[in-house]
């Protein structure tokens, strides 16, 4: 057996002990948590609070690399390609005191891949978890799967003993308005335990006494009260004052303001996240349009039009204040399979898509509904407003629909929505994530924020066939292929690369991470 063995990047020997001064850190950004159940809403605020809680095999430093968290080695089988093996921590807790092991991990990862679970794409090609040993489990898979690991950084693990006893073995069906005991609650390993949660209001965690890093990380931060404040003008003067100690979405018309305010500083990175528009595609009519028994949208002609008439170098200059980066594709460019020339090939110009407009049978437009959070992303609804000029300028006339994110996603899960933005990021690394997602037809194992109902059968078989391909030079090639089709569809379109801007005081020590989901074991207080 041949294991690739990690080291975790903050070395031991640099390491503070724990508990060496009582700090409390007041976090807030726009939104909550949309629940505490680790598998149902596979959403950035979601699992940058379950982080804190609970922990994965894997997991992604603050510099994006992978390093151990709960198993402490991992490789393919050398038997059997098909296998992936991996050996757990051994001596780990749950904050109720019982014992992590083998059985705590076949039980989270065969949850996760249940109907419910917003994380089953990411377990797809699994066709087996086995406990083949107190602190070792096998994953096999459906061929051999080079990138197996990587998709477990945001796959939590519960204590299946807890999940029993508190009727949470079924993931909690999000999309249909119920609410469980696991939604609520919470009884993780990680560094960090829930104290009390008032959803959309206050979440307290205090340190866990007992974490098996206590001697690997800093662990300055003992105590975390989560405060969401979707006012932006709100947000700003709670950090301005001292209320709060570190926000993660500081307006971009507020950046100079904090970063020149004593004691307070932005920190800016690039995130692994794009912003994009999704448009229903497949349906022979639509209800949210002014055109009786036809779908314009279903025109790829149309679909061109509309990203044609987006001028994104508006939007950076004047609704993001030069913190965003145009794109043409819906992959960041931290991603395997994202290249140049597919991100620069977005383009305005209005002339030529009212042509197409006109070629389509739309030369007098038609009228249709944006669905958009205002919550969610920075400047989610100013983006929106500003694109809803846009569409104007080719006769397409938008009615501007934006809510909170608890209620804007479950219009894409429920496909009660024909028109609406969305964000991705891709804690994978590679497309094969964004495929599964939202390009793959919308199924039992896949496609479940693919909202646009593009499917294409073929295109389908190529994308499921990624997760065998261990020729890597091949893989990229079948990769840029499934590309080349989503971008001639135009399946969505794409706005732009998020910026981060991170504002803390100044004694807060921390980088910037791209996934923007801060784990404050690593955080230090000056």
Same mark, same amino acid.
């Given at each position: ?148 690991? *990587?998709?477990? $950084?945001?796959?939590?693990? +519960?204590?299946? =003993? ?6 949470? /073995?079924? #993931? &909690? @069906? ?56 979707? *006012?932006?003008? $709100?947000?700003?003067?709670? +950090?301005?004052? =001292? ?6 979405? /500081?307006? #971009? &018309? @507020? ?272």
């Amino acid at each position: 057996m041949k294991f690739k063995a990690m080291m975790l990047a903050t070395a031991a020997a640099a390491a503070m002990p724990m508990l060496a001064q009582a700090e409390t850190l007041h976090w807030a950004r726009a939104g909550d948590a949309l629940t505490l159940d680790p598998h149902a809403q596979n959403e950035g605020p979601t699992s940058a609070l379950a982080h804190q809680i609970m922990e994965t095999l894997v997991m992604r430093d603050h510099s994006g690399a992978m390093v151990p968290s709960l198993a402490t080695e991992w490789g393919p089988s050398a038997d059997n390609p098909n296998v992936w093996v991996f050996k757990l921590r051994e001596g780990v807790t749950f904050h109720d005191g019982a014992k992590f092991d083998s059985e705590d991990v076949k039980f989270s990862l065969d949850r996760a891949m249940t109907e419910d679970s917003d994380y089953k794409e990411l377990l797809a090609s699994v066709k087996e978890v086995r406990a083949t040993g107190e602190y070792e489990i096998e994953i096999e898979t459906n061929g051999p799967n080079p990138i197996m690991a *990587n998709n477990l $950084t945001n796959m939590f693990i +519960l204590d299946k =003993g807890w999940a029993e006893a508190n009727n949470a /073995v079924k #993931v &909690q @069906d999000y999309e249909g308005g119920e609410n469980t005991f696991a939604a609520k609650n919470a009884n993780g390993t990680g560094a960090y335990k829930l104290v009390s949660r008032e959803p959309d209001v206050k979440t307290v965690l205090a340190i866990n006494e007992n974490y098996w890093g206590k001697d690997e990380f800093p662990l300055e931060v003992t105590e975390i009260v989560y405060t969401p404040i979707q *006012n932006a003008a $709100t947000r700003v003067a709670a +950090l301005l004052s =001292g209320e709060v100690d570190f926000i993660q979405d /500081v307006p #971009v &018309q @507020d950046l100079s303001r904090v970063d020149s305010t004593d004691g307070l500083e932005v920190r800016t990175a690039p995130q692994n996240r794009v912003i994009f528009f999704g448009m229903n595609q497949a349906a022979e009519d639509i209800v949210n349009d002014d055109v009786d028994g036809i779908n314009p949208m279903s025109d790829v002609l149309v679909r061109k039009a509309m990203s044609m008439a987006i001028d994104r170098n508006a939007i950076m200059k004047v609704v993001m204040r030069g913190q965003s980066a145009p794109a043409g594709m819906i992959a960041p460019p931290f991603v395997n399979g994202w290249n140049t020339e597919m991100d620069g090939s977005s383009s305005t110009d209005v002339e030529k898509a009212k042509a197409l407009m006109a070629e389509a049978g739309y030369a007098d437009g038609f009228g249709i509904t944006l669905n958009c959070p205002n919550d969610r992303y920075v400047n989610d609804e100013k983006i929106c407003q500003a694109a809803v000029g846009m569409l104007a300028k080719i006769g397409v006339k938008v009615n501007l629909d934006a809510k909170p994110k608890a209620q804007h996603f479950p219009l894409l899960s429920n496909l009660e929505t024909d028109f609406y933005m969305l964000g991705w990021g891709v804690p994978t690394y590679d497309s094969e994530y964004i495929f599964n997602f939202l390009a793959h037809s919308k199924g039992e194992k896949y496609g479940s924020w693919n909202a646009t109902r593009f499917g294409n059968a073929d295109l389908d078989v190529k994308i499921e066939a990624l997760a065998g391909e261990t020729d890597l030079e091949k893989r990229n090639g079948m990769i840029n292929d499934i590309w080349q089709v989503v971008q001639d569809e135009q399946v969505y379109i794409p706005i732009h690369h998020q910026v981060l801007n991170w504002g803390m005081k100044t004694n807060v020590g921390t980088v910037v991470e791209p996934e923007d989901s801060p784990k404050f074991k690593y955080f230090t207080m000056k």
